[in-house]
């Protein structure tokens, strides 16, 4: 079945890096994405890795992707309180065109 | 770029009443998407159109709600008659990809929401 799974909250200190986790169901995804989500606003797209990489980097962020095992995650450097907020994990479910979204992770940073 | 436009932000209603929400999505997205997101938890999918037919609604509660997209531009859904666990946020997506084109990166823009409270 379709299932996106993540931890729900992580707490980092400023500066350092966080490391948010997702595990998914579906091994003939396509796209994988990482959503934020600030309070009392939509999702934003962060970033995405196609299903035939296994890292993909952007300044601060970088995604790592385990397909044999169907883990994702999002490594976030040097981590600011502007980065407080909920992060998606998604999956483009390959037999559809709909994308499964996860519980969400509740990123907090202390300082 | 004008990004996806929702109205209204906010909406307190009773159980059993109805209630509309409108969507703008960005110029030129041919797929529409309408999410709920319940508190806690992520968007759930409830309907996807593509231009003005629909592609997906396999997880609309179809005696309460209903979705429409004229013309293959805005969108409203709608709930008649809403229950206390219809309280949610109502998110509206757009994306410039076909929704059945699988090599697609189908990148959605998300609108700010609806929060909808029913008591």
């Known amino acids: 079945g379709e299932d996106v799974e993540q931890s729900l909250f992580l707490s980092v200190r400023e500066g350092d890096s966080s490391v948010i986790n997702c595990t998914y169901t579906d091994s003939s995804s396509t796209y994988l994405y990482w959503y934020k989500q600030e309070p009392g606003a939509g999702l934003q797209l962060l970033t995405y890795?196609?299903?035939?990489?296994d890292m993909k980097q952007d300044q601060r962020l970088t995604v790592l992707l385990n397909k044999k095992d169907k883990h994702l995650s999002l490594r976030i450097a040097d981590t600011q309180t502007g980065d407080s907020a909920i992060y998606f994990c998604?999956?483009?479910?390959?037999?559809?065109?709909?994308?499964?979204f996860g519980s969400g992770t509740r990123l907090s940073i202390r300082p | 770029e004008a990004g996806v436009a929702q109205s209204p932000r906010y909406k307190i209603i009773e159980k059993r009443q109805s209630v509309a929400f409108w969507c703008n999505p960005i110029?030129?997205?041919?797929?529409l998407y309408w999410y709920q997101q319940i508190l806690g938890q992520g968007p759930k999918l409830l309907i996807q159109f593509q231009n003005n037919g629909v592609v997906d609604d396999s997880q609309l509660p179809k005696d309460r709600f209903s979705a429409e997209r004229l013309k293959g531009v805005d969108s409203t859904l709608k709930i008649q008659p809403a229950k206390l666990e219809d309280s949610a946020v109502y998110l509206c997506?757009?994306?410039?990809?076909?929704?059945?084109?699988?090599?697609?990166?189908?990148?959605?823009?998300f609108g700010a929401g609806t929060r909808l409270s029913v008591l």
């Open positions: 890795i196609f299903s035939n990489m």
């Open positions: 997506a757009s994306s410039l990809d076909s929704a059945t084109a699988l090599i697609a990166k189908n990148i959605q823009y």
């Open positions: 110029s030129g997205h041919a797929t």
């Open positions: 998604a999956e483009r479910y390959s037999s559809a065109s709909k994308i499964i």
